[in-house]
């Protein structure tokens, strides 16, 4: 079965909604509005102006030696490695290529608003509606996406559902990431 996304390629269903992989769902971004009524436009999330954030982040939850990779595309970067990948709209991914190998989280230079969007989706496809809805804001979103990563590192066999309640617990913390960083 194929859906028309707006303003994406099409795809079919079991690429569009495989879970924790960050891939498009079917549940279109909402658009935001201003207090005045107009319709704020999208926004992309600038993942290299929250580096240091981010880091601090890795450094605080995640596991020693983990390293950040910030790339233009996951899937290309995935490819280029010899780790198949076929989804040119993944966010990120976690990974220890060989045992001992340093543990890295790949993500992408630049979130749109159509990945926030889709990876919110499939939080709310999941069950986690009011903690979904917080994800609107841009460094909520970012830090969210993060600790997710991090939590297939540091869980064992971790479920997808695992990774987000382990990433919204630790963001109800207090969060890291400023939000005039992350857009």
């Known amino acids: 079965m194929r859906f028309k996304l707006a303003g994406l390629s099409r795809c079919r269903e079991s690429e569009c909604l495989c879970p924790g992989e960050h891939r498009l769902s079917f549940i279109s971004p909402q658009l935001k509005r201003d207090p005045l009524g107009g319709v704020v436009p999208p926004r992309d999330i600038d993942v290299l102006a929250s580096e240091s954030e981010i880091l601090e982040i890795i450094r605080l939850f995640g596991p020693p030696r983990c390293q950040l990779l910030l ?29 001992g190998d340093v543990p890295t989280i790949v993500m992408l230079k630049n979130i749109s608003e159509a990945i926030q969007g ?37 869980l064992e066999n971790p479920s997808e559902s695992d ?3 382990w990433a919204f617990e630790r963001l109800a913390e207090h969060p890291r990431i400023s939000s005039g960083d992350a857009a």
């Open 71 to 99: 790339v233009d595309s996951v899937m290309e970067w995935s490819n280029s490695v010899g780790i198949p990948e076929d989804d040119p709209f993944r966010a990120a991914r976690a990974l220890v290529q060989q045992p």
């Open 163 to 165: 990774c987000d309640e």
């Open 118 to 154: 889709s990876i919110t989706g499939l939080l709310l496809f999941r069950g986690f509606g009011d903690d979904a809805d917080r994800l609107q804001d841009s460094a909520i979103f970012l830090e969210h996406l993060v600790l997710h990563e991090i939590a297939h590192l540091v």
